[in-house]
């Protein structure tokens, strides 16, 4: 993931979760360890976009929408994979045997954050370190259902599912027909948040 969603990721936590929509740069760059060019630089896209409104000490998230398709427009899912294999168990057992220092995406996040399932999936995504990934689940032939993606230095710490925004836009940039039934009941939960 690169730094630029890392910080969307953020702005949406705040916004989203958190229910924190006026921000700074300087509190971004503090919490992510990014420096500020880096933030002014991904910020002043949502700028351009028109889904933050930038003052002279802070900045209001003013759609919530525009930053989350913005975000989904740009993030390289497949990029991201580091590891993937074939798992002769269900999904539920699948989940169930993951190592502790995991944080689940896609599918398996919406069915714990949300106790739903919109339709019935066959894949696990989630982001953590490869050793104890490859060690628990060794490598085998296609068609793969467990996907590993890289674990950036931040994702933790929003605990073993990661953060709506960052469900949603993984979602998003899968191909398979059940991420659009995830996606269209995401979007159901979130009405009035990305009003």
Not at 43 to 60: M, T, Y
Not at 63 to 86: E, G, M, Q, V
Not at 99 to 114: C, D, E, G, T
Not at 160 to 179: G, P, Q, R, S
Request: aromatic share 12%.
């Amino acid at each position: 993931m690169k730094q630029a969603e890392v910080i969307y990721r953020e702005i949406l936590y705040q916004a989203i979760e958190k229910k924190r929509k006026v921000l700074t740069q300087a509190d971004l760059a503090r919490t992510l360890s990014i420096s500020l060019s880096i933030i002014n630089k991904a910020i002043q896209k949502l700028k351009n976009i028109g889904a933050i409104e930038v003052k002279q000490r802070n900045f209001c998230v003013v759609d919530i929408k525009k930053i989350l398709y913005f975000w989904a427009s740009i993030r390289n899912l497949h990029k991201d994979i580091i590891y993937s294999t074939r798992i002769e168990k269900s999904v539920k057992e699948i989940e169930k045997l993951m190592p502790n220092n995991i944080v689940f995406s896609s599918y398996s996040a919406y069915k714990f954050l949300f106790k739903d399932v919109p339709a019935d999936y066959s894949e696990v995504y989630v982001y953590a370190d490869l050793e104890e990934i490859k060690s628990r689940f060794p490598e085998n032939k296609p068609p793969y259902n467990l996907f590993v993606l890289k674990k950036d230095h931040l994702i933790e710490r929003y605990g073993k599912i990661t953060t709506i925004a960052n469900i949603f836009v993984d979602l998003w940039n899968l191909k398979e027909w059940y991420a659009k039934e995830f996606l269209k009941a995401m979007e159901k939960k979130m009405y009035g948040i990305l009003e």
